[in-house]
């Protein structure tokens, strides 16, 4: 078990460790698309791939949100139900 919440705690302290260069190459990684899909908007211009590319970006947006969230948050919940000693064995 102490072996278990051990091996939890060294992913979390890396987790914790890489999380921010996760989340700047996300965010270099949207202006780079951003910034090409302008540039490609702008040569070619029609009104329906404009509104495509505010929907692509809307969808962007809330995928790096969701990655965000979505797995950090369930690992550390249950970091802290191991570390609380709620797990209980029958």
Same mark, same amino acid.
Do not use: C, F
């Given at each position: 078990? @102490?072996?278990?919440? !051990?091996?939890?705690?060294?992913?979390?302290?890396?987790? @914790?460790?890489?999380?921010?260069?996760?989340?700047?190459?996300?965010?270099? $990684?949207?202006?780079?698309?951003?910034?090409?899909?302008?540039?490609? $908007?702008?040569?070619?211009?029609?009104?329906?791939?404009?509104?495509?590319?505010?929907?692509?970006?809307?969808?962007?947006?809330?995928? @790096?949100?969701?990655?965000?969230?979505?797995? $950090?948050? !369930?690992?550390?919940?249950? $970091? !802290?139900?191991?570390?609380?000693?709620?797990?209980?064995?029958?």
């Amino acid at each position: 078990m @102490n072996e278990t919440i !051990k091996m939890i705690s060294a992913i979390e302290s890396q987790m @914790n460790k890489h999380w921010s260069t996760v989340l700047d190459s996300l965010k270099e $990684l949207n202006e780079s698309i951003s910034a090409n899909l302008d540039s490609l $908007l702008t040569g070619i211009n029609p009104k329906g791939l404009r509104e495509t590319s505010k929907s692509l970006k809307e969808i962007m947006d809330t995928m @790096n949100k969701s990655v965000q969230t979505m797995s $950090l948050e !369930k690992v550390m919940s249950e $970091l !802290k139900v191991l570390k609380s000693g709620g797990v209980t064995y029958v």
